[in-house]
């Protein structure tokens, strides 16, 4: 692999399954586990890794696994937090979109969204308990 291809062979992946195989590319060399495996092709990968390329593994990653999102958005600072606010509104990813929106300083739509998931989530448990 040579870097000059990175993002060709990204794209690539993507048209074979849909993203699942471009999430674990991107999945293993943002996660560290390349790293792990090979101390040389890991860092150099990961040093070569866009903000656009941080976009679209937060896209898949929202897609896919959306209850890891919060997660990578607290761990890493590589994203368009408007960006990341507008993928997570789409899918309902309320943790993550309560931090974004705290973190570009809206505090009171980061609470009320807060509260609102807590209340549906308490009628929802209301509902079962019955």
Do not use: W
């Not at 586990?33 to 390329?53: F, I, Q």
Request: charged share 20%; net charge negative; glycine share 4%.
């Amino acid at each position: 692999l040579f870097i000059e291809e990175l993002d060709e062979v990204i794209v690539s992946l993507f048209s074979k399954d849909g993203g699942a195989t471009q999430y674990k590319f991107l999945h293993t060399i943002i996660s560290g586990d390349l790293a792990r495996t090979d101390p040389v092709a890991g860092p150099v990968l990961s040093a070569n890794l866009t903000v656009d390329h941080h976009q679209t593994y937060l896209a898949l990653l929202a897609r896919l696994h959306p209850d890891m999102v919060y997660e990578y958005l607290s761990t890493h600072d590589t994203y368009r937090p408007d960006e990341c606010l507008k993928l997570c509104q789409e899918y309902d990813i309320a943790d993550a979109s309560a931090y974004l929106l705290e973190r570009m300083g809206n505090v009171t739509s980061a609470l009320q969204l807060i509260l609102q998931t807590l209340e549906s989530r308490l009628m929802g448990l209301k509902r079962s308990i019955r």
